[in-house]
Nanobody, 117 residues
Framework: QVQLQESGPGLVKPSQTLSLTCTVS??????????WSWIRQAPGKGLEWMGA???????YDSPSLKSRTSISRDTAKNQFTLQLSSVTPEDTAVYYC?????????WGQGTQVTVSV
């Protein structure tokens, strides 16, 4: 069973770049599942898809966030990352990494990120 775990800072200052890493075990980001996505949920709001990287390495970005979002991967470490630049307090949210495969969807536990001085 594939497992995903987010890691990164819980507090980021405005204007800085948020960097998060999703570590994957039990499956390969290059072969076993279709997409590896970043999704977030701000307080009182629904889930917002941010972008994804496919098993092939193809990138998919949300039109509303692509100017600030960079997704990459490290195949040797079986990890994929999110970088969100120029953050503001509106970027405060729980950030999830997730994947979709033939047998269903799998999510990390999520990590809280607060943008504040």
């Amino acid at each position: 069973q594939v497992q995903l775990q987010e890691s990164g800072p819980g507090l980021v200052k405005p204007s800085q770049t948020l960097s998060l890493t999703c570590t994957v075990s039990g499956g390969s980001i290059t072969t076993n599942y279709y997409y590896w996505s970043w999704i977030r949920q701000a307080p009182g709001k629904g889930l917002e898809w941010m972008g994804a990287i496919a098993y092939s390495g193809s990138l998919y970005d949300s039109p509303s966030l692509k100017s600030r979002t960079s997704i990459s991967r490290d195949t040797a470490k079986n990890q994929f990352t999110l970088q969100l630049s120029s953050v503001t307090p509106e970027d405060t949210a729980v950030y999830y990494c997730a994947t979709r495969g033939n047998s269903g969807d799998y999510w990390g536990q999520g990590t809280q990120v607060t943008v504040s001085v």
